[in-house]
């Protein structure tokens, strides 16, 4: 069975830095794509950015590119977001979320494992 478990958030004031975490059992981990979502109160889960199984293509929202870095550690089976000068728009529930294969859009439907979620709350 599949696990994921997501961990690393908080609250920071605008302009700070978070490092979540998403680690994985259950898995051959080097056969899956996984991404990075988000929903904040009252909006749709939207896409944040995902990497490619191998590790070598990743997409980001142009959201948050050029602040954001995901990555992940095959060794540990896990995955990583690095947020950087965060915004009070980035005020959301941070999910990961993976499948099988590759990946081209951040459509929720194409995920079908998911984490709980880690709340990361972004103060003007």
């Known amino acids: 069975q599949i696990q994921v478990a997501e961990s690393g958030g908080g609250s920071v004031q605008a302009g700070e830095s978070l490092r979540l975490s998403c680690t994985t059992s259950?898995?051959?981990?080097?056969?899956?794509?996984m991404a990075w979502f988000r929903q904040g109160p009252g909006n749709k889960r939207e896409g944040v950015s995902w990497?490619?199984?191998?590790?070598?293509?990743?997409y980001y929202a142009d959201s948050v590119q050029g602040r954001f870095t995901i990555s992940r550690d095959h060794a540990k089976n896990t995955l990583h977001l690095e947020m950087n000068s965060l915004k009070p728009e980035g005020t959301s529930m941070y999910y990961c979320?993976?499948?099988?294969?590759?990946?081209?859009?951040?459509?929720?439907?194409?995920?079908?494992?998911w984490g709980q979620g880690t709340q990361v709350t972004v103060s003007s």
């Open positions: 990497i490619h199984k191998g590790g070598d293509t990743t």
């Open positions: 979320a993976l499948k099988g294969g590759g990946c081209d859009s951040l459509d929720t439907k194409r995920f079908p494992n």
């Open positions: 259950g898995l051959t981990f080097d056969d899956y794509t």
